[in-house]
Structures are given as structure tokens and as C-alpha cells.
């Protein structure tokens, strides 16, 4: 395992000012991010056992992180909040400028060779996007029967289709893997703004819980009621990420993991070594599972 970098302190003093923005408040963090605690979402009388499992910083960049993803090559990318695309590699413990110009990026998602991402324009409408290259190329979009308007996650389901989460229309839509179709399906949670897919199941995350779909035809299952701003399904487990609980295992009466180091937790990505982003800061934290 390579050491921790931590790439810049000015930056993540930078960053945690610049990064009190809308877009910290897309998914279960929107009560947190408005209070005095980064960690309060409305359910300040439950009682938080303290965090089993530290986290460790780390690497910073410059902006706040918002998603992540890992590459096959052991990369990891990083969606930065309404700006760009990051890359950090592990080899040289240093972080890059994948993408400029991006546009409003929020969900990201390697799948086969490519790396696929969602953008919203200020909440009005929203694109699901290939990264070919360095340039993104359209496959779905608000125009015609797609409605996107904040599409903050994607994951492929067990049919090859995309689910992708938006918070403010409050649905989950499903894209056919070209983009030709978009079908809407009820997520059985308030505000769905990510997604994990295991076995047969989709699952979903919003500002009331987590529910369980099996695919394709299944009903809305909720299995846990803590809000998630992040799903992650490494192996055959399922970790959530929310505002008071850091990380931890979904449907589980688990501890959680990293919760009094990491201000709020946002989405992850890894196995053996879980990364996950802060929304209320500019760091990427690591915990060794």
C-alpha cells in the first residue's frame, strides 16, 4: 500500500470556504450543510456510537470532491463540485486536471474502457455523458421525453441499463446503455441522489433511507432508514455514506467508520482501502477496511 499524500493545505484551507455551495447540498447532506454541525441531519438526538474504524487523509485537491471513481488501472478519479474531473494516481501520490470545462459534473462511474458521468446545469436540466478522450459525448439529455434535471449518480443495473438518481425530479430514471430509451421508476425514497448495483439488486439512497429493488420488476424494499449521500457495493458488501454516521454497512446494526474525522461524508469508491470524498471540506480520506 503506498503512503498517504497530502497534496496541498492551502488548498483544502481554500476550498472548505469555496466549497459551501449549492452543490454541497445534493443528497442527504442538504440539512448538514445548512447548520452549524456538518454532521447534523436533523437527527441530532440519535445517539452516534463513536467510529470503529478511523480515516486517514488521503489527498486534497483543489475544489470540493464529489464523487469517485476507480479505474482498472488502480487510478481514481474524482468528480470536483460544478468544475472538472480530477485524476489521482496511487503511483505517485500526486493529483492531476483530468478534464476542463466540464461543466457542472456530479456522478461518475468507470464502465469497460470508458469513463461515464453526470452533468445539471443549475437544477434545470441535466445530461448523462462518455468521456472519449478528454471530451464527453451526449447520450441522454433533458430534451424530449427526458426530464433529467439533477442526475447526481449512475451505476449499470444487471440488464446493462443505467440508473441514475435525480433528487429534484425525485425519481429514478433508467437509460437504455446507447441512451435511445429513458423509462422513470419510483426509488421508494425521498430525494434519490445515488445508486449501488450487487447480485440482482439495485440499490437506492436518498434523504430518508435506502430501499432495495430487485431487477427488474421488483417494488421499492426499504432496507435501512439513515440517509446516504453515497452507496457503494465493493465485493458482495454495501456501505453507505451520510452525515453523521461517516461509513457504514448498509441494513446492518453497524458502527460506523471514520464519522469523527470526516466532516461529511460524501460518495466512495475502493475495497480493502475505502476512499471516500468530504463535502464539507476539500480532502479525499482513506479507510483501511
Excluded at 430518508?208 to 421499492?220: L, N
Excluded at 446516504?228 to 456501505?239: K, Q, T
Excluded at 454497512?249 to 467508520?257: F, H, I, L, N, T
Aim: proline share 7%.
Amino acid at each position: 500500500m503506498h503512503p498517504f499524500f497530502r497534496v496541498s493545505v492551502l488548498a483544502a484551507l481554500v476550498s472548505a470556504c469555496a466549497s459551501k455551495t449549492d452543490s454541497n447540498d445534493t443528497g442527504a447532506a442538504g440539512a448538514a450543510a445548512n447548520s452549524n454541525d456538518p454532521h447534523d441531519d436533523g437527527t441530532a438526538d440519535e445517539a452516534i456510537p463513536p467510529a470503529t474504524i478511523d480515516a486517514e487523509a488521503a489527498f486534497d485537491v483543489m475544489g470540493g470532491p464529489y464523487d469517485l471513481a476507480m479505474a482498472p488501472d488502480g487510478r481514481l478519479f474524482i468528480s470536483i463540485q460544478e468544475s472538472r474531473i480530477d485524476v489521482w494516481d496511487p503511483e505517485t501520490a500526486w493529483v492531476e486536471e483530468h478534464t476542463r470545462r466540464a461543466g457542472s459534473v456530479f456522478g461518475i462511474a468507470w464502465h469497460g474502457e470508458h469513463l461515464y458521468y453526470t452533468t445539471s446545469n443549475h437544477r434545470q436540466s441535466g445530461a448523462l455523458l462518455r468521456l472519449d478522450g478528454r471530451e464527453g459525448t451526449v447520450l441522454a439529455t433533458a430534451a424530449g421525453t427526458t426530464v433529467f434535471r439533477e442526475p447526481t449518480d449512475l451505476a449499470v443495473a444487471p440488464d446493462g441499463r443505467w440508473v441514475v438518481p435525480d433528487p429534484t425530479v425525485g425519481t429514478l430514471f433508467v437509460v437504455a446503455a446507447d441512451g435511445s430509451t429513458v423509462d422513470m421508476m419510483d426509488p421508494g425514497v425521498r430525494e434519490p441522489s445515488t445508486v449501488a448495483v450487487t447480485g440482482n439488486a439495485v440499490y437506492v439512497g436518498g434523504t430518508d433511507g435506502v430501499t432495495r429493488i430487485e431487477w427488474p420488476d421488483g417494488d421499492p424494499e426499504r432496507i435501512d432508514d439513515r440517509p446516504v449521500n453515497g452507496l457503494h457495493a465493493p465485493g458482495e458488501a454495501l456501505l453507505g455514506a451520510g452525515p453523521r454516521w461517516g461509513a457504514f454497512d448498509v441494513g446492518a446494526d453497524s458502527e460506523p467508520m471514520g464519522n469523527e474525522t470526516i466532516r461529511l461524508a460524501g460518495r466512495m469508491a475502493g475495497d480493502d482501502t475505502l476512499f471516500v470524498s468530504d463535502w464539507g471540506g476539500a480532502t479525499v480520506w482513506a479507510i483501511a477496511r
